[in-house]
């Protein structure tokens, strides 16, 4: 199949609730780091058969810049899990702060019991090159492969690499939300432009 730039035109369909169309773009893989490095809650997907399934997650870091390699913390104890590590697949989409209360519900409620993409309104797209479904309310979505599960054993760790990446151009500014635990959370505030090496 020739590969589309856009979302929702990709291999894998056949998920439930799909919009036919978004305004997602595709954004380079080089620059992925921008939105992941300063540490925002994200939303994680999987996909195992027909079910999709989304989790919180707030323990995530930068490892590499291109290909990006994003480390993060997913419990054995969470339903998510067992089909990222069967599957070897996710999308992690960053929403901003209107969707703060949903992503705290879909981080104190389990997929063994709850279809939450159902319940908290959440629309899922297909994305290009993993099953696990975009986010279509998260301004970005990073279709992110498993690469090294190493660290899984003992700490729960999983190595992704963002294979695809795409953001809405629309959401300008983005306001992501960063965890300080026990319900109290910071919105991403001003910006300061400082002389810096640093890409
Ligand atoms: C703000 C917030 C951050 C979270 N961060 C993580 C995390 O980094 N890793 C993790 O395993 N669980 C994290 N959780 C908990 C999971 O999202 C939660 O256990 C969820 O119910 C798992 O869903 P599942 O059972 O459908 O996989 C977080 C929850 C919240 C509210």
């Known amino acids: 199949m020739k590969p589309s730039t856009q ?21 380079p893989l080089s620059n992925v780091y921008q939105f992941l490095e300063p540490g925002p809650v994200v939303l994680l ?27 993060c913390v997913v419990s054995s104890a969470d339903y998510s899990f067992s089909a990222l590590l069967a599957e070897k697949e996710c999308v992690i989409a960053i929403p901003t702060e209107d969707l703060a209360p949903i992503v705290v519900k879909v981080g104190n409620t389990s997929g063994r019991t709850t279809d939450k993409f159902k319940k908290f309104g959440l629309t899922p797209l297909p994305a290009q090159q993993v099953a696990a479904p975009l986010i279509a309310e998260c301004f970005a979505n ?22 695809k990446a795409w953001v809405q151009p629309s959401k300008k500014q983005p306001k992501t939300i960063h965890h300080h635990g026990y319900g109290n959370f910071v919105v991403d505030g001003k910006t300061i432009v400082l002389k810096s090496k640093m890409p």
Do not use: Q
């Open 142 to 163: 990073f279709e992110c492969k498993v690469v090294d599960t190493s660290m899984v054993d003992k700490y729960d760790i999983f190595l992704l690499e963002v294979v």
């Open 7 to 27: 979302p929702g035109t990709g291999r894998k369909k056949g998920i439930a609730g799909l919009r036919s169309s978004s305004t997602m773009e595709e954004f």
């Open 45 to 71: 997907s999987t996909a195992r058969g027909e079910k999709s399934n989304v989790m919180t997650m707030s323990w995530h870091m930068m490892v590499e810049f291109e290909p990006p390699l994003v480390a």
